[in-house]
């Protein structure tokens, strides 16, 4: 992010590609987009075959990238995008959806934003759409010490010894301050893990609730206890709570900017 801010500074700087590894590709994608100022474009893109590999795919993957940046700036189109395999992804949909297979990246159920086509370039899917600018938030990550923030599954037998656990090693320079619950389906929470959940809540640790399930993820709903986090992974709203609890007092609420698309 330091290095972001820094390249994007500079006027000339038409867009920025960063490589990453796979794994935590979808935590860093809805870091920046929450925090870019979404005017020029920003590509991650990835390979899941090393260097040596007869079927190394980074190289591919890195040029399809750079004219994809090439391919938005020109357009006058900014934000946070993924390109790998050949499909170009918004920041917000793109997950690793596979372990091993070169072609380990969907988004979730949506559609991706362009495809790679024989000729060489990239041909949009659908309208490709960019994020409203925004003042950039870089100086969020000021701060040394970000707020913990954890996982918890929800599971059959799930009896809430973990929150409780979490809550008895919360130390006063480095307290637990974030929960994300990885549900059941469309939200749902073993009754045992609830009432732990609840009693995190107590002591002032906030909860939001992802879903174990691959698709579909956790919309709204009046009666439930804790926020949804639409779509995004568990490993996405986490990074999505940690920001939102490091944003200032008067701080926009990242959670609906990350599911408005």
């Known amino acids: 992010a330091v290095a972001l801010a820094r390249h994007l500074a500079e006027p000339d700087v038409g867009g ?22 979404q005017r020029r474009p920003v590509l991650l893109t990835a390979a899941m075959r090393p260097a040596t590999a007869a079927d190394a795919d980074g190289p591919v993957n890195l040029e399809q990238a750079l004219a994809a940046v090439a391919c938005l700036a020109a357009a006058g189109l900014g934000g946070v995008w993924v390109a790998v395999h050949g499909r170009l992804w918004r920041a917000r949909d793109v997950r690793k959806a596979h372990s091993h297979a070169i072609d380990a990246f969907d988004g979730g159920g949506a559609a991706p934003a362009a495809l790679w086509d024989e000729a ?17 938030l870089w100086h969020w990550l000021a701060r040394q010490t970000p707020p913990r923030v954890a996982c918890v599954f929800s599971h ?19 307290p637990l301050k974030g929960l994300v619950v990885a549900c059941t ?36 709903a009046d009666d439930a206890p804790w926020p ?7 490993g996405q709203a986490r ?5 939102q609890l490091l944003a200032p007092p008067q701080r926009p609420d990242v959670l609906a900017y990350l599911m408005a698309g």
């Open 16 to 37: 920025v590609v960063v490589t990453h590894g796979t794994d935590t590709l979808e935590e860093t994608a809805c870091l920046l987009d929450v925090l870019h100022d």
């Open 120 to 136: 060489g370039g990239w041909q949009a899917a659908e309208n490709w759409g960019a994020r409203a600018e925004q003042p950039p």
């Open 156 to 174: 059959a037998d799930a009896d809430g010894w973990l929150v409780h656990a979490a809550l008895a090693a919360s130390q006063p320079d480095a």
């Open 185 to 220: 389906g469309h939200g749902t929470v073993h009754e045992a893990l609830e009432a732990a959940l609840k009693d995190a809540q107590a002591q002032g640790v906030t909860i939001w609730r992802s879903t174990r399930v691959a698709r579909g993820g956790v919309m709204p």
């Open 228 to 234: 949804a986090t639409g779509g995004l992974t568990v």
């Open 239 to 243: 990074v999505a709570l940690t920001l």
